[in-house]
């Protein structure tokens, strides 16, 4: 089992819509969380950290919750332009940095 | 946007040869990474370091090597090049407020190898 886990996707999903995927992590020495945003051929670019008191920036909400282990990201009102692959990225007290394998958002005009 | 540049962009080389691969960030992060990421698939750690004279092997065997002299430079060196070796390289470094949590990685555009 990985250590972080993410539903690959795709998810097709209308222009306007909102869409949510979570990510699991299963070290419990988890400190820190992320999520990523990586455009095809593209580097990884940090879109938000993810607090467990739940943050926004804009359309994208991140929550965090540490009884269950997951974290969340919730796309409201979805422009073609964030499609995209999403990681979730999780760091540990140890210093490691794990990411999950992402998954793929694609808007549908 | 970040300031950590990788060269070259793209290349195309014959097995055998020897290659490096080019990192530098002007932020004077301390921590340095190299990333190798096949099309599609997640990305794998194969070294960091930790700053000047600090080099670590990641989770991913790698035949590559690297050395760290300068804190701004992280090259990444391949003795002899074979077609398994194909795959985009990625560079981030990172800035660790204080306390030591929230890391953020930026990365570089990233090398994309290909060995004939």
């Known amino acids: 089992r990985k250590e972080v886990e993410q539903d690959p996707g795709p998810f097709n999903v209308p222009e306007g819509a909102t869409v949510a995927f979570n990510c699991t992590y299963s070290n419990s020495a988890s400190q820190s969380f992320f999520w990523y945003r990586q455009d095809c051929r593209k580097e990884p670019k940090l879109l938000m950290s993810?607090?467990?008191s739940g943050n926004e920036d804009g359309r994208f909400t991140a929550q965090l919750n540490r009884a269950s282990q997951y974290i969340s990201l919730l796309i409201r009102d979805s422009k073609l332009s964030d499609s995209a692959t999403y990681l979730c990225?999780?760091?540990?007290?140890?210093?490691?940095?794990?990411f999950g394998k992402g998954t793929r958002l694609h808007i549908l005009p | 946007e970040a300031d950590i540049y990788q060269t070259p962009r793209y290349l195309v080389i014959g097995t055998g040869k020897k290659i490096t691969l080019e990192c530098s960030q002007t932020m004077g992060h301390d921590k340095m990474y190299w990333y190798q990421q096949d099309p599609g698939m997640e990305l794998h750690l194969i070294h960091y370091?930790?700053?000047?004279?600090?080099?670590e092997k990641g989770d991913l065997s790698s035949e590559s090597t690297v050395s760290r002299i300068r804190t701004e430079h992280f090259p990444l060196t391949l003795e002899s090049a074979r077609p398994s070796h194909t795959s985009q390289y990625l560079c981030a470094s990172s800035e660790i407020p204080l306390g030591g949590f929230n890391e953020k990685l930026f990365f570089g555009s990233g090398t994309q190898l290909s060995v004939l």
């Open positions: 990225v999780v760091s540990r007290w140890d210093d490691k940095i794990i």
């Open positions: 370091s930790y700053g000047v004279n600090s080099t």
């Open positions: 993810v607090y467990s």
